[in-house]
């Protein structure tokens, strides 16, 4: 049986850097479903740094994805120690199916900002897509041991631990995110879990509908 995953990088709605539905069946294969915004800069002074993310995030919603890039590579360039800045490029050439430079940005923010949990769960999602499911359970399990509340990537451990037959784990993981998400009052993930559930029941016992 194949999950539907809801994989996304971001924390909170102002984090959203992943289309949000992929399904993972052998080579992971990724669909946008709708344009998605960038993580977008907060409590930033600097004028000239957060124009060069409205500019990222404005390409990037455009569908230029090489423009996004190019505008991202400037930023890390003129600020080299902005693990932000490193993330976002790791989101972005991940979408351009360039997951191995997309391991590379997020290692480099999580290098200069090691509590990065959203950088953690991003690297998960890339093991994930490339079937690394050991990887990638480890770093879902590095990014809840910084925020045990993060919904996303308690639901991306989950599904990972299903596709490494963990059956019993990745219940447990995905009714902790039911529970986060439900706190939280996200009822699109509430539902979105509650259908992974009803899949796993269901595959378990076919009488159950």
Aim: no cysteine; charged share 20%; proline share 4%.
């Amino acid at each position: 049986m194949i999950l539907t995953l809801i994989a996304a990088i971001g924390g909170s709605p102002l984090v959203l850097a992943l289309p949000p539905k992929v399904a993972l069946q052998g080579n992971a294969q990724i669909t946008e479903k709708q344009p998605v915004k960038l993580a977008q800069l907060q409590d930033d002074n600097n004028s000239e740094r957060s124009q060069l993310v409205q500019q990222a995030n404005a390409l990037y919603n455009q569908g230029d994805l090489t423009g996004a890039e190019k505008v991202l590579r400037r930023l890390n360039k003129k600020y080299p120690e902005d693990a932000f800045g490193h993330f976002q490029l790791g989101n972005v050439l991940l979408r351009q199916k360039q997951p191995e430079a997309a391991i590379s940005s997020y290692q480099e923010a999580i290098r200069l900002k090691p509590k990065y949990a959203l950088a953690y769960n991003a690297l998960g999602v890339v093991y994930a897509t490339q079937d690394r499911w050991d990887d990638a359970i480890s770093q879902y399990r590095k990014a809840l041991e910084i925020n045990s509340n993060y919904g996303e990537a308690m639901t991306n451990l989950g599904q990972a631990l299903w596709q490494v037959n963990k059956k019993d784990e990745a219940v447990a993981s995905l009714e902790k995110a039911l529970n986060i998400f439900k706190t939280q009052s996200r009822n699109d993930k509430v539902y979105q879990i509650q259908q992974m559930l009803k899949q796993i029941r269901t595959a378990d016992d076919p009488s159950v509908s």
